[in-house]
């Protein structure tokens, strides 16, 4: 079984910053990609960055410049560093990896969500 476990969400003014951190636990091979993605109420489930096992990385046109995605492969763990928040950036947050375990290849798996709030 699979665990992804957020930490880091929270309220924040306009111009701040806000580190998530997403840590991935159990009978995992390997991790193939992890990223996060926001959602808010009525919308769609978007993408914001992504990063590869090579270190390939993927942002959104609308934090590109603003957010940074790393990884520490040794710990299973991906973080976004967000800088220059704005309003907009308000929504739950979940991180999503994709990986493989002794009885799946290539699934995906979420965690469960953090919010996070920037306000005006």
């Known amino acids: 079984q699979v665990q992804l476990v957020e930490s880091g969400g929270g309220l924040v003014q306009a111009g701040g910053s806000l580190t998530l951190s997403c840590a991935a636990s159990?009978?995992?091979?390997?991790?193939?990609?992890m990223g996060w993605y926001r959602e808010n109420p009525g919308k769609q489930r978007e993408l914001v960055a992504a990063?590869?096992?090579?270190?390939?990385?993927a942002y959104a046109n609308a934090v590109r410049g603003r957010f940074t995605i790393s990884a520490d492969n040794a710990k299973n763990t991906v973080y976004l560093q967000m800088n220059s928040l704005k309003s907009e950036d308000t929504a739950v947050y979940y991180c999503?990896?994709?990986?493989?375990?002794?009885?799946?290849?290539?699934?995906?798996?979420w965690g469960q969500g953090t919010r996070v709030t920037v306000s005006s």
């Open positions: 159990g009978s995992i091979l390997r991790i193939n990609a």
């Open positions: 990063i590869t096992l090579g270190g390939g990385t």
């Open positions: 999503n990896a994709n990986l493989i375990t002794m009885a799946t290849t290539g699934s995906d798996y």
